[in-house]
């Protein structure tokens, strides 16, 4: 029966490796990051869009960033639900 070769413990090649593998780790910390700002921003093209077919009344500022926050904090999902009971009463 043969045997496996054991793997060397060449000092240069475990360096080396060792190098290629932080950048690869560099490489996927950088993709994640971009993938976790993309995925926060997903859905401001429906929202923006959606905006632009309906009617508006005024606001000031601080409401305009107070439902922003609100969607930001609990998502649209939970701040549409919300609206749903007040469309009820």
């Known amino acids: 029966m043969?045997?496996?070769a054991a793997k060397t413990d060449?000092?240069?090649?475990?360096?080396?490796r060792r190098e290629q593998l932080k950048?690869?780790?560099?490489?996927l910390d950088e993709r994640a990051k971009?993938?976790?700002l993309a995925a926060k921003d997903a859905g401001r093209e429906?929202?923006?869009?959606?905006?632009?077919?309906?009617?508006?009344?005024a606001m000031d500022r601080?409401?305009?960033?107070?439902?922003?926050?609100?969607?930001?904090?609990?998502?649209?999902?939970s701040i549409a639900r919300h609206l749903e009971t007040l469309e009820a009463v």
């Open 34 to 36: 971009a993938a976790a």
């Open 10 to 16: 060449d000092l240069t090649a475990i360096e080396v």
């Open 46 to 57: 429906i929202f923006l869009a959606a905006l632009g077919r309906v009617k508006i009344p």
């Open 62 to 77: 601080t409401q305009a960033k107070a439902i922003a926050k609100a969607i930001e904090k609990h998502g649209g999902e």
């Open 23 to 27: 950048r690869e780790l560099a490489e």
């Open 2 to 4: 043969a045997r496996s």
